[in-house]
Nanobody, 120 residues
Framework: QVQLVESGGGSVQEGGSLTLSCAAS????????MAWYREGPGHQRELAAR???????TYGDSVKGRFSISRHNDKNTVYLVMNSLQVEDTAVYYC??????????????WGQGTQVTVSS
């Protein structure tokens, strides 16, 4: 099993910045990908940013150019640097990890979520 623990959520003014952290522990394979999803009021859960083991990144259209995802592979920790925050970025942000077991197939894990609130 894998456990994901998020930190860094909170309240920030519009135009400000905030950095989220996610630490993975347990049976984390060498090859895996981690991501941040978010679920705001009246919205379905959507991808904010994703990063693979070799550093390939993917961003949702709504955050492209403002958010940046990075990881420390040796610590199984991923960061999401959020700049130029907008009120529309208000959401619960969830850390996600996906990996494949040769014996049991795909594995997906989620953190408990951390609240980000942006005020005008």
């Amino acid at each position: 099993q894998v456990q994901l623990v998020e930190s860094g959520g909170g309240s920030v003014q519009e135009g400000g910045s905030l950095t989220l952290s996610c630490a993975a522990s347990g049976k984390v394979f060498n090859v895996h990908r981690m991501a941040w999803y978010r679920e705001g009021p009246g919205h379905q859960r959507e991808l904010a940013a994703r990063i693979t083991t070799n550093g390939v990144t993917t961003y949702g259209d709504s955050v492209k150019g403002r958010f940046s995802i990075s990881r420390h592979n040796d610590k199984n920790t991923v960061y999401l640097v959020m700049n130029s925050l907008q009120v529309e970025d208000t959401a619960v942000y969830y850390c996600n990890l996906e990996q494949v077991s040769i014996n049991t197939g795909s594995q997906t894990y989620w953190g408990q979520g951390t609240q980000v609130t942006v005020s005008s």
